[in-house]
């Protein structure tokens, strides 16, 4: 195995995609080192692009922010006005492992890694966020929901990475929230998780909803029906019954020694409910 260090985006991709045979980028490496030693993939490039410089930042973007690839989670977490526009986003990456995983886990690296389960990716795709994706043809950007594609599966391209993930504008009276259910109280994998972003108008009717379900179906999945349970109401109790509905509506699980299908199917809308309930709290302010 050949392992790289550059010290530029450009110099990466350069990597990547001249390179035959598996490669992989390393950022955090949370799950690209457990699944090396546990012989899932023996790569025969490995690039590791903590050096990179402009992959630690966390800066004001259109309003929003914008979060290198090489960004852990403690970082975010420190963050006070990334946690206070969008504290289920910061919540959801914090449920990451260990203090000692938080450390080095990143959101790029919990997105490309593309497992149905991850618990940043639900908050991510419930945000709106973007992930900007750096290739031999330059540079674009696409919603996150679009990267994963299947189990360990990502659209990205030969000689691609993420460079960084793109959060919006806050709008006034919004809130969003990130729940899981584990089987265990901490540091295990989500057997369903739900996120949960609305806006409010000056009356307190929701004018604006994205609803996003990990664990349920072969990628993280948004849901319109969801949403549109919520928009146009005052997300009173028949609102939250008929998103409850609207996301176990939308699961297409498995059965693991995890959950049942029925399990999840159930898991999802109480989740949900309880996901938005948390997120209007946040949009009034309180």
């Known amino acids: 195995m050949r392992y790289e260090a550059p010290t530029t985006i450009n110099a990466a991709v350069k990597l990547l995609a001249g390179k035959a045979g598996l490669a992989r980028v390393l950022a955090g490496g949370t799950d690209l ?5 546990t012989d899932r993939i023996a790569p025969d490039l490995v690039v590791d692009v903590k050096r990179i410089p402009a992959l630690h930042a966390i800066a004001a973007k259109a309003g929003g922010f914008r979060i290198g690839a090489a960004v852990s989670g403690a970082v975010m977490g420190e963050h006070k006005a990334l946690r206070k526009a969008w504290p289920g986003v910061v919540e959801a990456a914090n449920l990451i492992g260990s203090a000692q995983i938080q450390g080095r886990a990143t959101l790029a690296g919990n997105l490309c890694n593309a497992s149905p389960a991850a618990d940043s990716v639900p908050a991510l795709v419930a945000a709106g966020a973007s992930a900007v994706i750096a290739g031999p043809r330059g540079k674009r ?72 379900l990990g664990a349920v179906a072969e990628r993280v999945i948004l849901v319109p029906d969801a949403a549109k349970a919520l928009i146009g109401t005052t997300v009173d109790a028949k609102a939250l019954e008929n998103l409850a509905a609207a996301a176990s509506a939308a699961c297409r699980p498995i059965d693991d020694k995890r959950g049942t299908k029925e399990f999840r199917i159930k898991v999802a809308g109480v989740l949900a409910r309880r996901a938005a309930t948390i997120a209007l709290r946040r949009a009034r302010g309180k």
């Open 33 to 37: 080192l457990v699944q090396m030693r």
């Open 141 to 212: 950007t696409v919603a996150v929901e679009a990267v994963g594609v299947g189990p360990g599966k990502n659209s990205l391209k030969k000689g691609e990475l993420v460079e960084a993930i793109l959060l919006p504008k806050r709008k006034p009276r919004s809130g969003d929230a990130y729940l899981r259910f584990i089987p265990r109280t901490e540091m295990d994998i989500a057997v369903v998780g739900v996120g949960v972003d609305l806006t409010l108008d000056g009356k307190g009717v929701c004018v604006a909803a994205r609803v996003a």
